[in-house]
């Protein structure tokens, strides 16, 4: 029987990224995960879609690592281990040009971050191209960390450096930042890195286990993702802005008049990791950050109430807003 494009396709360049055991070669319907006893499995699932989430004209290597690490972002903030993942491409030309180092990229992905290739699905389309991915992660029983457990009194953590994605894209596009870094090319090629090739904080994921009591990823903008997890655990929290870890690239927009503050706390694509450290836990955890290679900032404290984080300026006034996040609709 002669082999189907699609085939010959997953054959080239996904088959031999597939060497897990459980990947079963890429000739089933499915995959097996065996996970050791005692152990639970963390699912995550991200799609990013040409014109939303990637310029139509970004290079193929970018998206794949792309597709690949905002998911491993997700698990670094449960606290998770990666095990594996599934992919589905829905593509409008396949072509050698495109696919080679796209498969190339996330091969490399894939075994630097020990997150193998398990399945997936090829699909055409006339439309913008999309790449989705669902992650495995390990963990042990009952040690993943949820949104809805911080406290009044936790700290507020924050990994990195927020606002760089925004900025990139902004200069991708020609915006305001591009402009104000016409002389520093430097600083316009590694905000657009940022937003191009994230870089997930797995290396972080054992200390958000060992003491964070709530986390999530920074994907849609810290002040919007932040109310999330404040609604999600029925809290408040009050943040200082001017603690809010900037890049010298985003401070240098900043202060060029390329950006306001309040655009950088609701900035998407930053992937960084957002969570709630109770008091006497916060000097082991950046202890912990510290030997993992990680950079983390305390932000804020968590406190009683139902209302909406309030972020405050040096001088201790609430800064406004208009608004918090990145929405798809």
Known sequence: MTASAEDELIARYFKPLATAPGALALVDDA??????????????????????????????????????????????????????????????APTDVWLAPFARALGEDAAAFSCPLLGGDTVATPGPMMVSITAFGR???????????????????????????????????????????????????????????????????????????????????????????CAASGVSARIEVDKVPLSPAARTVRDRGGCALPALLAGGDDYEILCTVPANRGAAFRADAAAAGVPVTEIGVIVEGAGAPEFRGADGAPLVLKSLSYSHF
């Open 31 to 92: 995959a097996l995960l065996a996970l050791p006893a005692g152990d639970e499995l963390v699912v995550t699932t991200d799609a990013i879609v040409e014109g939303v989430h990637y310029l139509p004209d970004d290079p193929p290597d970018s998206i794949a690592r792309k597709a690949l690490r905002v998911n491993l972002s997700d698990l670094a903030a449960k606290g998770a281990d990666p095990a594996g993942f599934v992919l589905t491409m829905a593509l409008r």
């Open 139 to 229: 963990i042990a029983a009952g040690t993943m960390v949820r949104r809805d457990r911080a406290r009044a009194g936790d700290r507020v953590f924050v990994s990195g450096a927020i606002g760089d994605a925004a900025l990139g894209l902004d200069v991708l596009k020609g915006g305001r930042a591009h402009e104000v870094l016409a002389d520093a090319p430097q600083a316009r090629a590694e905000l657009i890195a940022r937003y191009r090739v994230p870089m997930p904080r797995n290396a972080l994921a054992g200390a958000v286990r060992a003491h964070a009591s709530a986390g999530m990823d920074v994907s849609d903008g810290l002040a919007g993702d932040l109310a999330k997890l």
